[in-house]
């Protein structure tokens, strides 16, 4: 510490006194006060006194309130107020449409769905809340903890819990379901880089690249034996991108790319009972099997065909197709407001994807830089394949639309975006030479 003398140490006490932002205090004080001292000694050179020289740069520094509250404007919480609006926009675009189709559809046992939607909403939103406003750095000494945690949820859930739509990943209790597979999909690629990054950046070799293996392979096992395999591919996807955005050895990570892609397919063509592989060759043959496992892309394609510019508005029949729409909320969008509808909603998306990689480079640690990427990709990866689906053409999976199709999997969305939110927040408070000591002082995390 360079703030000694006693007429320097009341003047950054009272600078500090202004900037609400506690972590950066430190990082004030040895800047500015390391500044102060050195013309102090310039001026005791010249023969100033210690007095007369702390005085000066006193001085020279000017008043300390108003320099606080300098410091305080440039070190200071940041809302990101055009992510926070599209987020509250996507709820609300999400809550219209669930009430369009619980309003018109006539079969009871989707009567409940509006009802249903507004619950995980402010549940999601509740935890983005939370999420915005908790430290994100908190996450690292947590993280084995998590992964541990989850990973035997994920391995004694299917003992001990009823198979619900053919498949054991939910788990439920007190009239409550979570959906394990889609949280060990967000959850768990955020442990495990929190857990190997820096010892993958400092240690690069056979030891760490194993040690990363195992750490992935370990849940994707689990999700295999669930058969979740939608979940288990973007697990893997946002595994390999991960690797390669914090070693940024490309060529290792095309390499895996290919060894994984081809353990996929070998495991597919042998062990696969529900006949995935169909679900992708009947884009090709649609007019082969017009009511079996093409019947979804068929009557999208005609639905979108006779939406128009405007819409069919509310008068469309709800036949055995359309008693799905909560599952293709784009295609009810276009439906009842026309391809107008569905471009402002393509635009919107763009624009959303975009502002949330612009986040990034105003980040300054790694570890809330990594949060930005898992997080951005694994969006962007959902709303690419969502959309590609609202045209038909592509075979129909079970990825949800983020923010705005039916289900459980909204309080994943709403909390991932709080974390990312929470990270641009602190992103002029977090002190990196705080970050960098406690990285060497522990580099095996």
Request: charged share 15%; aromatic share 14%.
């Amino acid at each position: 510490m360079t703030d000694h003398h006693d007429k320097i140490k009341r003047y950054l006490d009272e600078m500090c006194s202004q900037v609400k932002a506690r972590e950066v205090h430190t990082d004030l004080r040895d800047e500015l006060g390391n500044h102060m001292r050195e013309m102090m000694l310039d001026k005791e050179h010249e023969g100033l006194s210690q007095e007369e020289a702390a005085a000066y740069a006193i001085e020279q520094m000017g008043d300390a309130s108003a320099v606080g509250k300098s410091m305080h404007r440039l070190h200071r919480h940041r809302m990101h107020w055009g992510l926070l609006c599209g987020l509250i926009s996507l709820a609300i675009v999400s809550l219209f449409l669930m009430w369009i189709f619980t309003t018109n559809v006539t079969d009871d046992r989707f009567q409940n769905f509006y009802n249903i939607q507004v619950v995980y909403t402010i549940i999601g939103m509740m935890l983005m809340s939370f999420f915005m406003f908790f430290d994100y750095r908190k996450w690292r000494r947590a993280a084995w903890w998590i992964y541990i945690l989850l990973n035997l949820m994920l391995w004694i859930n299917p003992m001990i819990s009823p198979r619900i739509n053919g498949t054991n990943r939910f788990m439920t209790g007190y009239g409550f379901v979570l959906d394990l597979t889609t949280a060990a999909m967000w959850v768990l690629p955020l442990a495990i880089g929190a857990i190997l990054m820096n010892k993958l950046r400092s240690n690069f070799g056979a030891q760490t690249i194993l040690s990363y293996i195992a750490m992935v392979a370990v849940p994707a096992a689990l999700l295999f034996q669930i058969s979740d395999w939608v979940r288990l591919v973007m697990f893997g996807i946002i595994s390999l991108v991960l690797f390669g955005w914090i070693t940024r050895k490309w060529l290792y990570t095309a390499i895996a790319t290919v060894i994984t892609a081809c353990i996929g397919l070998l495991l597919l063509l042998t062990t696969d009972s529900y006949h995935r592989l169909e679900r992708f060759s009947v884009v090709f043959n649609l007019e082969d099997d017009p009511m079996g496992d093409g019947y979804f892309n068929r009557s999208i394609m005609g639905i979108l065909q006779s939406a128009g510019w405007w819409g069919n508005g509310l008068d469309i029949a709800f036949d055995r197709f359309k008693t799905s729409y909560f599952d293709y909320p784009g295609v009810l969008l276009i439906d009842v407001f026309g391809w107008a509808a569905g471009i402002g909603l393509l635009v919107a998306i763009i624009w959303f994807v975009a502002s949330m990689v612009k986040t990034l480079p105003r980040i300054r640690d790694d570890f809330g830089r990594m949060i930005i990427v898992i997080i951005t990709f694994m969006f962007a990866l959902q709303i690419i394949y969502s959309l590609a689906m609202t045209t038909g053409r592509v075979p129909i999976l079970s990825v949800v639309f983020p923010f705005i199709g039916y289900g459980n999997h909204l309080i994943f969305d709403y909390a991932m975006m709080g974390l990312l939110l929470g990270v641009y927040r602190r992103k002029d408070i977090v002190s990196l030479r705080n970050e960098k000591s406690k990285q060497t002082a522990t580099p095996t995390q």
